[in-house]
């Protein structure tokens, strides 16, 4: 988004013109809605006034909240789930410490934040966005680069969300974010307090040792590393967040043994956010399961278990994996794949589908494994627990 555009949309005849438009415009068409919009408004200003409309509609699809921010695309796609940004907003809140967002983007931690009466404010080094974040925020944002922060980071809790994008497309380089994954994590180390949002498949190797790690989870969709430095963390501690339910797995928790046993009766299919965060072990404890290979999260058990944190089966039958034996089976139990899993197995759902063809019957879950060196088909029925 340019600076003028920027301006227009901040300032009292963009926000005039913003709430006084009607519902029921189509915003499913920028084009469409534009040439509606110029009935009325001049040709900048109705484009600009289109595309706040399709983005917010766009936003409240993706967040499942309708609010009155401004957009860009860019910064949208970027944007932390309210939910996420709520969760970390409670938790700095507790700090009593002045809070400053070195990469605000469209303000979406930062307004979070002040929404909690916490003193805070935002950097961000693209103008048109800073201002539309003092704008979504009601708190200052200033122009400048996170790598060097115009702030004694050293009486502050600092948020940084590294930019994962060069030039159009997405990187997944910690060496080319912005500012360096390198630099981010210095500075959250100088702070008194500090957290870093890290995407999920982040290699290992980038993760500070003896930091508090947190893989938070929203429905079925894995949003962010969380890594906490300073004042409130807790070195070394590993867990697991799922959102919006709010259950947590922790690494002081008992952990089954590793050695695996043979499958039973109930399968569980752990979460992401447990693998992520490699607390499979302590998950199967939590259950009363066991491992079925110690490379592979699928857990078993001779009794049914329920938790957020996985989803539990029956399982109807076992067979090593052939195409055609297992099109087989499906036809004589009259199954059909409703879902279809898999975990360290070469093929994909979508793939795996295909070779099945169309089958009638009743519906089942199909979990494709390797159990030492077995390529393994469990036929499942998916359990839910007692309401």
Same mark, same amino acid.
């Given at each position: 988004?340019?600076?003028?555009?920027?301006?227009?949309?901040?300032?009292?005849?963009?926000?005039?013109?913003?709430?006084?438009?009607?519902?029921?415009?189509?915003?499913?068409?920028?084009?469409?809605?534009?040439?509606?919009?110029?009935?009325?408004?001049?040709?900048?200003?109705?484009?600009?006034?289109?595309?706040?409309?399709?983005?917010?509609?766009?936003?409240?699809?993706?967040?499942?909240?309708?609010?009155?921010?401004?957009?860009?695309?860019?910064?949208?796609?970027?944007?932390?789930?309210?939910?996420?940004?709520?969760?970390?907003?409670?938790?700095?809140?507790?700090?009593?410490?002045?809070?400053?967002?070195?990469?605000?983007?469209?303000?979406?931690?930062?307004?979070?934040?002040?929404?909690?009466?916490?003193?805070?404010?935002?950097?961000?080094?693209?103008?048109?966005?800073?201002?539309?974040?003092?704008?979504?925020?009601?708190?200052?944002?200033?122009?400048? /680069? =996170?790598?060097?922060? $115009?702030?004694?980071?050293?009486?502050? *809790? &600092?948020? @940084?969300?590294? !930019?994962? #994008?060069?030039? %159009?497309?997405?990187?997944?380089?910690?060496?080319?974010?912005?500012?360096?994954?390198?630099?981010?994590?210095?500075?959250?180390?100088?702070?008194?307090?500090?957290?870093?949002?890290?995407?999920?498949?982040? /290699? =290992?190797?980038?993760? $500070?040792?003896?930091?508090?790690?947190? *893989? &938070?989870? @929203?429905?079925? !969709?894995? #949003?962010?590393? %969380?890594?906490?430095?300073?004042?409130?963390?807790?070195?070394?501690?590993?867990?697991?967040?799922?959102?919006?339910?709010?259950?947590?797995?922790?690494?002081?928790?008992?952990?089954?043994?590793?050695?695996?046993?043979?499958?039973?009766?109930?399968?569980?299919?752990?979460?992401?956010? &447990?693998?992520?965060?490699?607390?499979? #072990?302590?998950?199967?404890?939590?259950?009363?399961?066991?491992?079925?290979?110690?490379?592979?999260?699928?857990?078993?058990?001779?009794?049914?278990?329920?938790?957020?944190?996985?989803?539990?089966?029956?399982?109807?039958?076992?067979?090593?994996?052939?195409?055609?034996?297992?099109?087989?089976?499906?036809?004589?139990?009259?199954?059909?794949?409703?879902?279809?899993?898999?975990?360290?197995?070469?093929?994909?759902?979508?793939?795996?589908?295909?070779?099945?063809?169309?089958?009638?019957?009743?519906?089942?879950?199909?979990?494709?494994?390797?159990?030492?060196?077995?390529?393994?088909?469990?036929?499942?029925?998916?359990?839910?627990?007692?309401?």
């Amino acid at each position: 988004m340019d600076l003028a555009r920027a301006r227009y949309l901040v300032s009292p005849a963009g926000k005039s013109a913003l709430a006084s438009l009607p519902a029921g415009l189509p915003v499913e068409s920028p084009g469409r809605l534009a040439t509606a919009l110029r009935r009325t408004f001049p040709a900048a200003e109705a484009s600009a006034l289109a595309e706040q409309l399709t983005l917010r509609a766009r936003a409240s699809r993706n967040h499942g909240i309708s609010r009155e921010f401004l957009y860009t695309a860019e910064g949208l796609e970027m944007m932390t789930h309210p939910l996420v940004a709520a969760r970390r907003a409670d938790r700095l809140a507790v700090y009593e410490r002045d809070v400053v967002d070195l990469t605000a983007g469209l303000g979406g931690d930062l307004h979070a934040v002040a929404a909690r009466d916490v003193p805070c404010a935002g950097l961000e080094r693209e103008p048109a966005t800073a201002l539309l974040a003092a704008a979504n925020t009601g708190v200052p944002v200033v122009r400048g /680069d =996170a790598a060097h922060p $115009p702030f004694d980071v050293a009486r502050l *809790a &600092v948020v @940084l969300d590294p !930019s994962r #994008r060069a030039g %159009t497309s997405r990187t997944f380089d910690p060496a080319a974010y912005s500012p360096r994954w390198d630099a981010a994590v210095a500075i959250a180390t100088s702070a008194a307090a500090g957290v870093i949002k890290a995407q999920p498949g982040i /290699d =290992a190797s980038y993760i $500070p040792p003896g930091i508090e790690l947190e *893989a &938070v989870q @929203l429905g079925t !969709s894995m #949003r962010e590393l %969380t890594i906490w430095f300073g004042q409130g963390a807790e070195p070394g501690i590993r867990r697991a967040v799922l959102l919006p339910a709010g259950e947590t797995l922790e690494s002081t928790e008992p952990e089954t043994p590793p050695e695996p046993r043979p499958p039973a009766t109930f399968l569980f299919d752990p979460e992401s956010c &447990v693998t992520r965060s490699t607390l499979v #072990r302590q998950l199967a404890h939590r259950l009363g399961a066991w491992m079925l290979d110690p490379h592979i999260a699928y857990l078993s058990a001779d009794a049914a278990a329920f938790s957020p944190l996985a989803a539990t089966f029956q399982v109807l039958d076992a067979l090593p994996f052939s195409v055609s034996r297992l099109k087989e089976r499906m036809r004589q139990g009259r199954w059909r794949a409703d879902e279809i899993r898999r975990r360290a197995f070469p093929v994909e759902p979508d793939e795996m589908r295909k070779l099945l063809g169309r089958l009638e019957g009743d519906p089942v879950t199909l979990l494709f494994t390797t159990i030492g060196s077995q390529r393994t088909v469990f036929i499942c029925r998916r359990l839910f627990a007692p309401a």
